[in-house]
């Protein structure tokens, strides 16, 4: 896992809680209802990757407080979207970083332009490298959707660490029908 500190979920909600949350005096009923559904998600992360974790006030040093680490996005769709682009820009961070360490320890023995537009490279990996078994089992478990992997994010409505472009348009063109808890973990073997 990376070293971010905060774990976001993309919670799909129901019409009856989207309505529920439009109203800020009932609001505060859905935000438990997340928090408590996004947290049974997270506790595969407990032992392996943090040693506890809880509902991040001010996620990403954001300058306002969610309750319960909690953005609905009918209501407050600014901080929803904030915390998701940090969320998604430190996901594709780690994704890139992963590529690069396994990349660094393969030796490049050819490359290719099968057309003007096209290069293909071929490296060379040595299999029993315990380093890059390590690289490869966490990509490999980020890709089998795989919550304890080194994500950040997580759509629970689609169950993955990664969407598409598509999917991804239709949750932020329609943000009312979506909260987004944001956890604190607390990493192993960090202090706190």
Known sequence: MNDNKYFALVVPLSPTAQKIAQDRRTALSVRQAVWSQAAEHLKPLLGKNCDSFYPAAAPYGGPFRLPFGVALGCAESEHFLMCYMHARKLQEKEIENR?????????????????????????????????????????????????????????????????????????????????????ELQLKGVPA
Not at 140 to 165: K, M
Request: net charge negative.
């Open 99 to 183: 590529n690069q360490a396994i990349r660094s320890m393969g030796k490049q023995i050819g490359q290719f332009h099968p057309d003007d537009e096209t290069t293909l490279t071929v490296m060379a990996f040595r299999s029993s490298d315990p380093k890059l078994l390590e690289h490869l089992e966490v990509a490999r478990r980020f890709f089998s959707n795989d919550i304890t992997a080194a994500a950040g994010l997580y759509y629970l409505g689609y169950d993955t660490n990664y969407i598409s472009e598509q999917q991804e348009q239709r949750l932020l063109s329609g943000l009312g029908a979506y909260a987004l808890c944001v956890a």
